[in-house]
């Protein structure tokens, strides 16, 4: 598979909207095998609607030899050094969770607006995730389409430009960071309410790369077929700087954009 990366214009607009979508990161015959196994875990029936009881449905891990394939592809290791830096990131192990959404009448109860949070400091190992300004534990959210996804499919809500709204709002939390519920209170996702939104629309292969404070949402399935899609963390080797200008990564780029345009 083509190890070609992100042209220059596909990581100004990572840097600028927050997100870019990589057309065909993995074969769809790579994404066909991983919901073979998905629907096998599930139990429910793909040619059998009645089957399909629940609104979503969560696997977990999903370590197994396709899904390590579609994460490490040559073409995303590359895109991977282009946004957070060579030798800065570590290889997926696993998808991790895949929610698979279902058409169903009964709401799913997961939609709300929120960033990804990437840890839980230590005397508090419960509770909602934490971040911090240099996303701690997350140095890309990912977005793997191993289904066809059109406008009905539940694709994922996304806020363009909204990662630039959070760096000012974490600052002040410094090293320790704050939970996902206390960002919510400082007002996060009233002040991009307005911002465009965008559907994280594709084929069955396609990626979006995120950067880790990407505001983004769920929402339920008005289509035929379930959407099988992986959203798993790119982790960091080492914390993202924000102050060094020198030989600075996109991902840092927008976090000081953020800082320094609040």
């Known amino acids: ?25 993995f074969p769809s015959e790579v994404a066909a095998e991983c919901r073979a196994m998905c629907w096998q875990e599930t139990g429910c029936d793909p040619d059998d609607p009645e089957t399909w009881t629940e609104p979503v449905i ?16 040559p073409r995303l290791h590359a895109a991977f050094d282009q946004l957070v830096g060579p030798g800065r990131w570590l290889p997926r192990e696993s998808i991790g969770t895949i929610p698979i959404r279902f058409p169903h009448p009964r ?11 990437g840890y839980h400091p230590e005397g508090h190992k419960s509770g909602p995730p934490w971040v911090n300004v240099h996303s701690r534990g997350r140095a890309l959210l990912m977005l793997f389409l191993f289904s066809d996804t059109a406008e009905n499919d539940a694709p994922t809500r996304i806020r363009v430009g909204s990662h630039l709204q959070v760096p000012s709002r974490l600052e002040p939390a410094g090293e320790e960071g704050m939970t996902s519920d206390d960002l919510a209170a400082t007002g996060l996702f009233e002040a991009t309410a307005d911002l465009p939104q965008v559907l994280a629309t594709g084929q069955a292969g396609d990626v979006f790369l995120c950067h880790p404070f990407l505001v983004h949402a769920a929402q339920p399935h008005q289509g035929a077929v ?14 993202i700087p924000i102050l060094t200008a020198d030989g600075a990564s ?12 609040s």
């Not at 370590?63 to 592809?73: C, E, I």
């Not at 996109?250 to 345009?261: D, F, M, Q």
């Open 1 to 25: 598979m083509s190890s070609r990366g992100l042209s220059a214009l596909q990581v100004e607009e990572f840097i600028d909207n927050g997100f870019v979508r990589v057309d065909g990161a």
């Open 58 to 73: 969560r696997l977990s891990n999903c370590a197994q030899v396709p899904f390590r394939r579609a994460a490490n592809t």
């Open 107 to 117: 709401d799913p109860g997961d939609a709300g607006w929120h960033i990804d949070g």
């Open 226 to 239: 379930p959407r099988f899609l992986g959203q798993p963390p790119l982790y960091p080797a080492e914390p």
């Open 250 to 261: 996109p991902v840092e780029i927008a976090t000081r954009r953020g800082l320094t345009s």
